[in-house]
């Protein structure tokens, strides 16, 4: 059965050998950024920096594809540098990275979507948000739809306003601080961020902008004991995240047994936590542990997700146990989302398998692409000519008819003729 290389968010990387072996080489690094949903985010400001060479600066924007493209120098590859990603709407964050001389690294980043608390006017404005006035609901509740539709200028005057028209309306300071780390202003960012923290409001959110402000600015021992915080917060969601984003950071410093711990932690803490059952998934996987495989892709889909990474991961996981009639049931959903796979590429599978004397191999992939296409003519033909190997003659008739009525022209079609008279 084919085999997919598998990207995890966020941290997991996918090394590929570069070509012209004995020529100098450098690493490229092959970026895509997409939303939770997997869908690519065109326009995304990534800026590179490294604390190790103080000169290095790159900037770049994502295509419409949510692609950009990295190439290191060889004397580069000994630093270690930090992608910073920007895009009003968005959540920013930062990612440090390694390159590597001799590989092309290919990672998907993926930024989750910003949330700001939402203020409603009911008319007795001190029910919402005590010692609010008109003035500063009305301010806040513009800059949050400003913020909504990418004008950062706009959503940042109205949160000022309403801050300054009540300076005591937490989600102003909190809406203001995720503004200012979108616009790159990391240290006006930390302020809002702690004022909204002496409000007691939103801890999560304000707790999460400062640590990447912090992180930002390079203050990580400040930014470490704001994640210490963050994980005491009562908020599981964002507990179980920042040990997801942890567990990936682990797989690329290559420890696996570490990263799988921290993503077996988050599905713990927050069993609604897909991206944390794909890692597991693919993870396990590769540790030969195909059960446990099977099962996290299971529960990853069930709760809805449609990552055809995930699918790519059963299906590898089902193809190792053996599960045949799982493979059959799930080959047209992966075939839909995944151009990669289909019933094309499965015949030509099977031809390979059947002509290097695989036949149970062919069979199955046979099947498959049978139930990815079922107009697919080569299929029969190969089903027939194991039926005829196995004396089922009627089974091998009504397969090699259907073959020739579905491809007469097709090369192989005298031949099942042939056979088919051999049989009569």
């Known amino acids: 059965m084919p085999r997919f290389c598998r990207i995890l968010p966020l941290a997991i990387l996918v090394l590929l050998p570069l070509a012209t072996p004995g020529l100098a080489q450098t690493g490229m690094l092959r970026g895509e950024v997409v939303d939770p949903d ?56 930062t990612q440090p990275i390694a390159p590597s001389v001799t590989q092309v690294m290919q990672q998907q980043f993926v930024m989750e979507i910003a949330e700001t608390q939402v203020v409603e006017s009911h008319g007795d404005l001190g029910s919402v948000v005590t010692g609010s006035n008109s003035a500063a609901v009305e301010a806040f509740n ?28 937490g989600p102003a300071h909190v809406g203001l601080a995720q503004v200012l780390l979108d616009e790159g202003e990391y240290a006006p960012a930390l302020e809002a961020a702690d004022r909204a923290l002496e409000l007691a409001t939103n801890r999560a959110e304000a707790l999460r902008v400062k640590h990447q ?46 990263a799988l711990a921290k993503f077996q932690e988050a599905a713990r803490i927050d069993s609604s936590l897909t991206d944390a059952h794909h890692a597991i998934a693919t993870l396990e996987y590769g540790r030969g542990n195909y059960e446990v495989s099977a099962k996290a892709a299971e ?11 995930t699918l790519r991961v059963l299906y590898d996981a089902y193809d190792a146990l053996g599960r045949t009639d799982d493979l059959i049931e799930i080959a047209p959903r992966l075939a839909e989302i995944d ?14 398998m059947w002509n290097a004397g695989e036949a149970e191999r062919a069979v199955s992939l046979s099947k498959l692409a049978l139930a990815v296409d079922s ?47 051999y049989i009569e």
Do not use: C, W
């Open 38 to 93: 997997l869908n690519p985010i065109p326009g995304v400001q990534v800026t590179v920096t490294s604390e190790e060479l103080a000169s290095y600066r790159k900037s770049l924007t994502t295509d419409k594809r949510g692609g950009f493209r990295l190439r290191f120098q060889p004397n580069q590859t000994q630093y270690q540098f930090l992608f910073l990603f920007e895009k009003p709407g968005y959540q920013s964050f």
């Open 142 to 169: 513009e800059g949050l739809s400003a913020q909504k539709a990418g004008d950062l200028d706009l959503a940042r005057s109205r949160y000022e306003q309403a801050a300054a028209a009540d300076p005591t309306l």
């Open 213 to 258: 402000a912090l992180r930002a600015l390079g203050r990580n021992d400040e930014a470490e004991a704001v994640a210490a915080q963050l994980v005491e917060a009562d908020d599981a969601s964002a507990r179980a995240r920042l040990l997801y984003n942890e567990g990936g950071e682990a797989f690329q410093a290559g420890d696996r047994e570490a």
């Open 299 to 309: 529960t990853a889909l069930s709760l809805g997700s449609e990552d055809v990474r």
């Open 339 to 352: 151009p990669d796979f289909g019933g094309p590429k499965l015949v030509e599978q099977a031809a390979a």
């Open 375 to 421: 107009t697919l003519a080569k299929p029969h033909y190969f089903l027939g000519l194991d039926h005829l190997s196995k004396g089922q003659n009627p089974e091998a008739r009504a397969a090699l008819e259907k073959f020739i009525q579905l491809a007469p022209d097709d090369p192989e079609a005298a031949t099942a003729k042939e056979m088919l008279a």
